[in-house]
């Protein structure tokens, strides 16, 4: 198995898992910035997706990956497409969960506001999701992984600290899961252009069999 992992930033991702059904690893990227002209790495990322993907994004194609990268409509098809998908992140620079959930609520509500879905249940799903993360501490290699069911409009965040017993929330707000999705999936507005990118690539070429 070992020898069939794809490595993105020397982190080895499977080609494949397993939830109900097998998902393939069909994007992967990292997060970064730039601090004082170095670029920081941040995560490596994995987006798993249904293959089954492809029957419902038809209509690009023929479209070159570079094509795709740049449509958000795309994206949003992508998204809302009902097929199971799954995001594995692993840590690569250590960063304190809180931090990690401020950024993720920021987006998150950025993106609600924006739509003008922002009300008091979102706000607390998103609380929950902050005080969930607020006392963890990922050390490199830590696992954050988002199961997003192909069947309900919900998402299950699991986190798996080194030595320790993974812990699990269960997200029961549509909007607040969707804009998590749009944060890592959303096109020219993800939170990983290199992740998009590459998917982008992938589905063209799935798409163009």
């Given at each position: 198995?070992e020898?069939?992992m794809?490595?993105v930033?020397?982190?080895?991702?499977?080609p494949?898992i397993?939830?109900?059904?097998?998902?393939?690893?069909?994007?992967?990227?990292i997060?970064?910035?730039?601090?004082?002209?170095?670029?920081?790495?941040f995560?490596a990322?994995?987006v798993y997706?249904?293959?089954?993907?492809v029957?419902?994004?038809q209509?690009?194609?023929?479209?070159?990956g570079?094509?795709?990268?740049?449509?958000?409509?795309?994206?949003?098809?992508l998204i809302?497409a009902?097929?199971?998908k799954?995001?594995?992140?692993?840590?690569?620079?250590?960063?304190k969960?809180?931090?990690?959930?401020?950024?993720?609520?920021?987006?998150?509500?950025?993106?609600l506001?924006?739509?003008?879905?922002?009300?008091?249940?979102e706000?607390?799903?998103?609380?929950?999701?902050?005080?969930f993360?607020?006392?963890?501490?990922f050390?490199?290699?830590?696992l954050?992984?988002?199961?997003?069911p192909?069947?309900?409009?919900?998402a299950?965040?699991?986190?798996?600290?080194?030595g320790?017993?993974?812990s699990?929330?269960?997200?029961e707000?549509?909007?607040?899961v969707d804009m998590?999705?749009?944060?890592?999936?959303?096109?020219?507005?993800?939170?990983?252009?290199s992740?998009?990118?590459?998917?982008?690539d992938?589905l063209?070429a799935e798409?163009?069999?």
């Amino acid at each position: 198995m070992e020898n069939n992992m794809v490595m993105v930033h020397e982190i080895p991702f499977p080609p494949e898992i397993k939830t109900t059904k097998p998902l393939s690893l069909l994007g992967y990227g990292i997060t970064d910035m730039e601090i004082h002209f170095l670029q920081i790495k941040f995560t490596a990322i994995g987006v798993y997706l249904d293959s089954d993907v492809v029957k419902h994004l038809q209509q690009w194609k023929g479209k070159k990956g570079n094509e795709l990268a740049e449509d958000d409509d795309f994206f949003d098809a992508l998204i809302s497409a009902p097929v199971e998908k799954y995001l594995r992140i692993v840590v690569i620079k250590e960063i304190k969960g809180s931090q990690y959930g401020v950024q993720l609520e920021s987006s998150v509500r950025d993106r609600l506001a924006a739509e003008d879905m922002y009300e008091e249940e979102e706000e607390a799903a998103l609380e929950k999701i902050v005080e969930f993360l607020q006392s963890k501490y990922f050390k490199k290699d830590t696992l954050i992984t988002f199961h997003f069911p192909a069947t309900s409009p919900t998402a299950e965040i699991v986190v798996t600290l080194e030595g320790k017993e993974e812990s699990k929330l269960k997200v029961e707000n549509k909007n607040v899961v969707d804009m998590i999705k749009k944060w890592y999936l959303g096109g020219t507005s993800g939170v990983s252009p290199s992740t998009i990118s590459s998917l982008a690539d992938n589905l063209s070429a799935e798409l163009s069999k």
